[in-house]
């Protein structure tokens, strides 16, 4: 608590503000009036955009919609996917049905049962409307969804796919039949007033770029008697992870949703008032280089790029510290189950990059310090402040190398149409969860595929994706997997420079029983850790 | 003020021999005023500072142990959030800063002067200029700045082609009020009498008659040029590739170096302050040197 200083008499009112308050400190807590709620005010740094949790998917939008619309698993702290509302699953010997079990003890907030129906209307709705990367992430093999009962649903198969279950049941939100309209408008439904909810919490007002009121519901099975804690949970839209930061300490914000910067995380660990809890990601940071743009489809070239890049610089000035090494492999070693440690990491090692180019027959004619037709642009987000802190790393340690990076940190929206378009020579990004491999790997290295930023195409990685995909068990999986992860490696296709150790923060002289979650998506916000969550005694 | 400038202009054109010519009374006038000479001063030593950098400072570029560190011996202005030394990106900043400032104004004030002197000069243009320069200045332009930028692509001729394109319409507006009243005068009418071409008419009588207006302008353009450069730098429009002082602005807010190191901020918006207020000071004090009422007084 600030003191009045007695320099600040100038500021006379102020500090007959802070007198006031003084006093009322001194007077000791009020006494616990029952008919106070208690409330936790969340901090984000964008606007929710869209609450149809189907549709919605910046992490805001996820913050917000995962209270209210539960997902079918939970992840554990080294991405494996664990019962939540799903109690167990399984697949036919063929494989071609896959079935569920469901907790027989969900209602949603209007009094309705949570049942069958529900998951089944919303993969019905998802792949016949092919919404959002849910729908790339099942559609492909789902053909038909039964409720049996109404705590069993089955699911026909059009073909062998040992990842629909996990990625249905952490990938997918369910919402409610009985509210939402039919199958073919579910994605153009706003979602924007009289919500229902099988979470622990449900919306109850709405001011778009200001704040998101939840209240409690008293049916949610998982929290301790059946209710959370709290009586509100309110998310406030802070555009500045500055004034977010000094909400958090001056006590108008609880906890901030987003993981905090290197720079910002180190001065709120001298608040004593504040605890930071570090979260791996299940993400990674990387570059990724656009095969169709020579000379990038020269393996020479691209193996001098890897050896360009100060990866030790990135982790320790960059990140400050919190980030940890993949071995350069597109499986993090946070994936305990999948990772490979006998993958070689690529080093930071400029000699070796020019003795390579050097080798491929590239030169310095013109003596401008660079190797000829040896120039690429390097795609990012201004302002993802990590990347952009890197980008300007690899530049310089590239250039010691002789290669020329020219920095093109775009507005969001611009970089991901150029993203999206493939208009770019190296594309830097991270990504958020990457929890199953096949799963992933398919979308960013199958030819054509959704976050295929390299352009991707070799048909040694399609037959092995194919065959990893076929497995109906995480071991059979376990081969085909790792023998991707060391063809990206050895060819370069991907450079994956760190995972990042997030950092989050909340205000722990009020609140204690947070329950962390893997990954910034889950992070503390998740909904069993607002459920658990409760005031400091 | 019109009245002010045609007495200046009239004895432009009389040259009195014995008199001093009107731009020596002006510069002596402005040498009077400690202000106008101080702020010249300071612009001086900032481009200066900004030519010399080379010479001065390293390019800030790669990284430092010492990260977000306060002012010191070795780091005058502090650190920033990759540990590079503030005080070296200040004076490099000031390079791209007063590059994109002066370029920006030179572009706005060549389309501004030509189309606020045709439109004085012909009278049928006169409604389409004016109009194209009313709806000019009635565009919401910080939006339009960041929407071009962003689809653009953030570079320095890209900044200097922005913030060109949405400031020539001021400039426009003044030299055609200011040349409106040059064009009525006889020696103008003169001039066409004895078959001068509306080319050199222009370019020999009316650029003459709106020059000091001009150098208000340029001065004035620049510093707003300045201040656009480091807006949109600062919404991270900037050219990634280069330092300018608003970028060095937006890196500590990115990185949320903003409330946790003053310095990372404060020098940066000190030289800005410096360069706006000192290019403000002098046009006014230019102003005042080239008014013969406040001269005399």
């Given amino acids: 608590m600030p003191r009045p200083s007695s320099a600040a008499w100038t500021l006379r009112a102020l500090a007959y503000t802070f007198f006031a308050l003084a006093v009322f400190a001194l ?59 799903a109690t167990d699953w399984g697949y036919s010997d063929d494989g071609l049905t896959a079935w569920m079990e469901l907790r027989d003890d969900m209602m949603w907030s209007d009094g309705e049962p949570f049942t069958a129906d529900d998951v089944a209307f919303t993969i019905t709705a998802v792949t016949e409307e092919a919404i959002g990367i849910t729908a790339g992430l099942v559609g492909g093999s789902f053909e038909r969804a039964r409720a049996v009962s109404p705590t069993r649903v089955e699911f026909d198969l059009t ?169 350069s492999s597109v499986i993090s070693p946070v994936l305990s189950f999948w990772h490979d440690d006998t993958i070689e990491e690529y080093t930071y090692d400029p000699e070796r990059a020019r003795a390579l180019l050097e080798e491929a027959g590239y030169t310095d004619a013109d003596g401008d310090g660079f190797y000829d037709g040896i120039t690429f ?43 999206r378009d493939r208009d770019h020579d190296i594309y830097a990004g991270s990504w958020s969860i990457m929890e199953e491999p096949a799963a992933y790997l398919d979308l960013a290295f199958r030819d054509g595929g959704f976050i295929n930023y390299g352009n991707v ?13 076929a497995a109906t068990s995480p071991e059979e999986a376990l081969g085909p997997v790792q023998a991707i992860a060391r063809r990206i490696n050895e060819q370069v296709y991907d450079n994956v420079l760190y995972y990042q150790e997030f950092q989050f923060a909340y205000n722990s002289d009020r609140w204690e029983g947070f329950v962390p979650q893997p990954s910034d998506l889950l992070s503390l916000v998740n909904p069993l850790s607002l459920a658990s969550v409760h005031p400091v005694d | 003020m019109t009245e002010v400038t045609q007495s200046g202009i009239a004895a432009e054109e009389v040259q009195a021999p014995a008199d001093p010519s009107p731009r020596r009374r002006t510069w002596r006038a402005f040498r009077q005023n400690p202000l106008g000479m101080g702020s010249l001063a300071v612009i001086a030593i900032l481009a200066v500072v900004s030519a010399a950098a080379p010479l001065i400072a390293d390019f800030p570029s ?67 200029l004016s109009m194209l320069v009313d709806v000019s200045l009635a565009l919401p332009v910080l939006p339009l700045m960041i929407l071009v930028a962003a689809l653009v692509g953030p570079s320095v001729e890209t900044l200097v082609l922005v913030i060109a394109l949405f400031s020539w319409p001021e400039v426009a507006r003044i030299v055609r ?45 620049a510093s707003r040029a300045v201040l656009s450069e480091a807006g949109l730098s600062f919404l991270g429009l900037g050219d990634p590739n280069s330092w300018s002082w608003g970028k060095i602005l937006y890196n500590a807010q990115r990185s949320g170096a903003l409330t946790i190191a003053w310095w990372a901020t404060l020098f940066p918006s000190l030289a800005i302050l410096l360069l706006v207020v000192s290019a403000t000071l002098v046009s006014i004090a230019y102003n005042d040197a080239r008014n013969p009422k406040t001269r005399e007084a």
Wanted: net charge negative; charged share 20%.
């Fill in chain 1, 457 to 469: 195409s070799d048909p040694e990685i399609e037959r092995l994706l194919d065959e990893a995909q």
């Fill in chain 2, 177 to 221: 009020s200011q040349a409106l009243s040059v064009t009525r005068l006889p020696y103008v009418d003169a001039a066409r009498t004895i078959g001068g071409s509306h080319l050199w008419i222009m370019t020999r009588h009316l650029l003459p008659a709106v020059a000091p207006v001009i150098v208000v302008a340029v001065v004035l353009t």
């Fill in chain 1, 159 to 327: 073909q062998r796919d040992g990842q629909f279950l996990t990625n249905m049941g952490f990938w997918m939100p369910i919402v409610p039949e009985h509210v939402f309209p039919e199958v073919g408008q579910v994605s153009e439904f706003a979602n924007d007033s009289d919500w229902v909810s099988a979470g622990p919490f449900v919306m109850t007002s709405v001011e778009r770029g200001q704040r998101y009121v939840l209240e409690a519901v008293e049916t949610y099975p998982f929290a301790p008697g059946g209710r959370a804690a709290v009586d509100e949970v309110v998310f406030r839209v802070f555009p500045d992870v500055n004034a977010q930061a000094l909400a958090l300490r001056a006590g108008d914000l609880d906890l901030i949703a987003n993981a905090i910067p290197p720079a910002i995380a180190r001065a709120l660990s001298a608040d004593p008032s504040i605890t930071l809890v570090e979260i791996p990601a299940l993400g990674w940071a990387h570059m990724q280089y656009n095969l169709e743009r020579p000379p990038l489809d020269d393996l020479a070239v691209r193996q001098a790029l890897a050896h360009a890049v100060d990866y030790e610089a990135i982790r320790r000035i960059a990140l400050q510290g919190q980030a940890g090494s993949t071995l």
């Fill in chain 1, 27 to 85: 007077a000791g807590p009020m006494p616990a009036n029952a008919q106070e709620p208690t409330r936790l005010a969340v901090g984000t740094t964008a606007d929710v955009v869209n609450l149809n949790p189907l549709v919605g998917n910046s992490r805001s939008d996820t913050w917000v919609t995962n209270l209210m619309y539960p997902r079918l698993m939970q992840m554990s702290a080294n991405g494996q996917k664990e019962p939540y509302v």
């Fill in chain 1, 377 to 419: 642009g390097l795609l990012y987000d201004q302002a993802a402040a990590e990347i952009a802190n890197w980008a300007q790393i690899v530049r310089d340690s590239s250039a010691e190398a002789g290669i020329e990076i020219e920095l093109t940190g775009l507005e969001r929206n611009t970089y991901l149409a150029r993203a």
């Fill in chain 2, 62 to 128: 790669g990284y430092g142990e010492e990260i977000l560190v306060g002012p010191s011996a070795t780091h005058w202005f502090g650190t920033d959030e990759l540990g590079r030394d503030i005080f070296a990106e200040v004076i490099w900043g000031g390079r791209i800063s007063m590059i994109i400032g002066f370029a920006a104004s030179f572009l706005a004030i060549l389309i501004g002067v030509t189309v606020g002197i045709t439109a004085s000069y012909a009278p049928k243009l006169d409604p389409l």
